[in-house]
Nanobody, 116 residues
Framework: VQVAESGGGLVQHGGSLTLSCVPSGDIGNIYAMAWYRQTPGEQREFVAEITNHGATRYADFAQGRFSISMDSKTTYLQMNELQPKDTADYFC?????????????WGQGTQVSVSP
């Protein structure tokens, strides 16, 4: 499976942005799709995840502000009330059936910048 993100950009404090992730390859084997983010010098951190059954979970900082959803082709991350501390590169991650959660597929990332 391969994944490709889009939708990043520059947004003002308090604004909204929606990221998209499109998988390709053996998409029928995908168990869950997740979003992570990373800032320079920091470890990549979990943002949100959705399984193919629709179960979701969120990082504490994302709860109530971010929403992950999935349709037949795309996984979305709707981000509201954005703050400068949300500035990061956002990465999509696909977890497949029969493979370790640590052995998923990463995209190239999409940059989100939130101005003060």
């Amino acid at each position: 499976v391969q994944v490709a993100e889009s939708g990043g950009g520059l947004v003002q404090h308090g604004g909204s942005l929606t990221l998209s992730c499109v998988p390709s390859g053996d998409i029928g084997n995908i168990y869950a799709m997740a979003w992570y983010r990373q800032t320079p010098g920091e470890q990549r951190e979990f943002v949100a995840e959705i399984t193919n059954h629709g179960a979701t979970r969120y990082a504490d900082f994302a709860q109530g502000r971010f929403s992950i959803s999935m349709d037949s082709k795309t996984t979305y991350l709707q981000m509201n009330e954005l703050q400068p501390k949300d500035t990061a590169d956002y990465f999509c991650y696909a977890v497949e059936h029969g493979r370790s959660r640590d052995d998923g597929s990463w995209g190239q990332g999409t940059q989100v910048s939130v101005s003060p």
